[in-house]
């Protein structure tokens, strides 16, 4: 390439963009002759910043959960210390909240999954095809209002004198107040297109072809779902399962809104890092949410399911 | 597989109910936005438009919908040049270690949103000694709004034929050549949906925002929950609510048309999630 430009003929019309574009086609045979120069090109600045940035960030975090906080000056001390990883795993509070955050994790999950995979079917599989997309943006709208205007929302509903208790009045029902069940009730409403949109990709990636054959070898619905659909639907699960579980294992904004006094892990970590100043208890206790979060990926790492997300 | 008429009309009821669980709490806002009693009891006693007024004269959320639109946009510009080079290499070359920064692209998505904030925080504030501000906060959205980008470039670029550059190649062009000709525009749109999903994704970003914005920095969400539990201020959140609600449709519509498939969540992500 460079040689030909090299070559024009005199009488060949030349443009002040010559030079710069002969050199940048010299850069450019290089690069077609190397394909590892093209890999260290593409790849250096953001694997980089990855490493740099986030990795750096976690070791950091690592590091500083070992480091204790001067009572008098306020300042970090790098001295090595287990003193916050062990109050966090062995003082009783600690354990409730964790415990507590938990279950509200677990509950969220299983609440969207029950939610989620009856509308993801009917969305896939059954809706008319021209009703397919809108109902898919329909259920990413919501997505998209701010996680804050959802929260608040909630704390609206469930407000004394609020939607919930004037709905439930004639049947006798009262809105359950701000505590665990809100904060559970919101996270699932939050947190509840993430675990559709999966599965629904999940469903809608499953050839009708497969399962007419196996209505036509005599399958009952019930059987073709069972023994077709699920477990070919199993990574998207777990797809869906990894964002609402992670998503509501770290939060503490929902709980503050509509939590009452509920404590979560979040909380805990949120006030350390404000109120308390205290960085390195703050680190001990976010490693748990970490340490839970890397396990869980860890068991489904082989379905497939990180390729989902 | 052949469903019968009353499964059918089932499923139609409970998606339509679970549709109904999704917006009546939005429609509970809007209708809020409007409601002349601060305390907003159900039903609503009378209609107004104080707060509407109030929410635009304001200077408070003009300043925060500034901060707010800065920092989206340089995330956003961030996290498509590195989110499209990641795509580019992990879908194109097979290397030592690739597997591994499979991995690293997810972990902001995949650990919760508190993580992530402490994480940085801690990076800044006591390793590096940095003061936080509005720079830190971009770099920690650009770091999960990255995720979005790389998503959506994959997608596409799993999905077109290599048979096109190669025949760039052979009938001569560079490598620069080929990319602007026959790589990116066929890139552009997934290009365009990578970034409005960034762009809402940090918009929109609370969680990781809190441990990284500097002390009197305000982004639209942090001013929202600074104002959340003011009794005097909540009726002009409910306006801001509702303004939020409305643009956030514009851009996954947006999104949805022009990426023609479904949008993973991983790319939405986090959102908030990460909050």
Redesign the interface.
Known sequence: MAQQIQQLPPGAPRTAGDVPRAKANTFSALLHRSPRLRLAGLLTAPALWLVLVYIAALAALLVTAFWTVDTFTGQVSTEWTTENIVTVLTDPVYQRITLRTLWIAVAVTLIDMVLALPIAFFIAKVAPARWEKLLVVAVLMPLWASYLVKAYAWRNVLAEGGLLEWLGAPIGLSSPGYGETAVILTLSYIWLPYMILPIYAGFDRVPDSLLEASGDLGAKPLTTMRLVMLPLLVPSIIAGTIFTFSLSLGDYITAQIVGGTTQMLGTVVYANVGAANNLPFAAAVSLVPIAIIMFYLFIVRRTGALNNL | ????RS??VV??V??AL??L??????L??VV?SFNADR?????PKGFTLEWWGKAFDSPGVREAVVSSLWVAVVATVVSL???T??A??LQ??A?FGRDV????????????????G??????F???LGVPLSLWTVV?AH??FC?VTVF?NVIARLRRMSPGLEEAS?DL?A????TFNLVTFPQLRSALLAGGLLAF?LSF?E??VT??TIGAGETTL?IW??QN?FRPNQAPV?NVV?VV??VV??V???LA?RLSGE?????G????????
């Open positions: 597989m052949r469903l019968s499964a059918k499923l139609g409970i998606t679970v549709f669980f999704i917006y009546t709490p939005l509970l806002v809020n305390t907003f009891g159900w039903p040049v590195l989110g080079l990641l580019l290499s194109r070359y290397f920064i499979n991995l690293l692209v997810i972990l902001p998505i995949a650990l919760p949103g508190v993580v992530t402490i994480a940085l925080n801690n990076m504030t006591t390793i770099i650009a770091t990255m998503n190649a001569g560079g490598v620069f050549t809402a929109d609370i969680i809190t441990f969400p929202i929950l959340l959140v609510a939020l609600i956030s449709i851009p996954i519509w949805q479904s949008v993973g969540v991983g939405a992500r986090v959102k908030a999630e990460k909050g």
